[in-house]
């Protein structure tokens, strides 16, 4: 499919979200460059995609230059360093006046700081959790947002890997610690609301909210290392 204005897009991460946005975004006609700062993760990546990864800091001047920034109509930050995404927007618009960034916030907290400082959107799984905050789970319970805000209860991304103890299995049949929630699936780059049947694969990303203090016992369930 090819679009009529096709749009140029620079993605800084190629994480699992940066992988999947430049599929989408290729397929849907327009130009996509990944930036990638780890050798190892472009090299893969580049063999995946080709020519649309560059291996190189995308916080330096230098590398936003090479990749043809000023002409971008769109720059995306998915690292997992929430400063690197800030810094990266911040520079995408005031020293290339790239017309709109848009930046992943790992940290919640930090969401507010990054629309104030004049980021044009941000992307959290704190917008999924709030979509769901108010309805019922199964212990006839509702999370209180302010527990969320205060740092009580944690939002945990975890992914679902070919070792993990929990491929193959459904989240019924997980032993999850007590009052944790799973509540959404990200498959091939698309949030799901899982059932107990749900079948977890390999490349899924399982985002839970849980106590904080519960939270090293989680992964452990997942990744199958012991914290």
Do not use: W
């Amino acid at each position: 499919m090819t679009r009529k204005n096709p749009m140029y897009v620079i993605i800084v991460g190629g994480g699992k979200v940066g992988y999947h946005l430049s599929r989408t975004l290729t397929e849907e006609g327009h130009e996509v460059l990944i930036i990638e700062k780890d050798r190892k993760t472009a090299e893969s990546l580049a063999e995946k995609l080709g020519e649309m990864v560059m291996h190189g800091d995308g916080c330096e001047i230098r590398t936003m230059t090479e990749a043809g920034m000023s002409r971008a109509n769109v720059v995306v930050a998915v690292t997992g360093d929430d400063e690197d995404n800030l810094v990266i927007c911040q520079m995408a618009k005031r020293k290339f006046g790239v017309p709109r960034t848009l930046a992943r916030v790992n940290d919640p907290k930090n969401e507010e700081l990054f629309q104030q400082l004049g980021i044009d959107q941000t992307v959290s799984s704190t917008r999924i959790i709030f979509n769901l905050l108010e309805q019922q789970i199964e212990t006839g319970q509702v999370i209180p947002l302010a527990a969320l805000k205060k740092g009580e209860i944690e939002v945990v991304e975890a992914d679902i890997t070919p070792n993990s103890p929990a491929l193959g299995m459904k989240i019924g049949q997980l032993d999850l610690p007590a009052n944790a929630l799973i509540i959404s699936v990200i498959r091939d780059g698309h949030a799901i609301i899982p059932h107990a049947d749900t079948k977890l694969r390999a490349g899924d990303s399982v985002i839970t909210m849980i106590k904080a203090e519960r939270e090293k016992e989680l992964r452990s369930i997942f990744t199958g290392e012991q914290q």
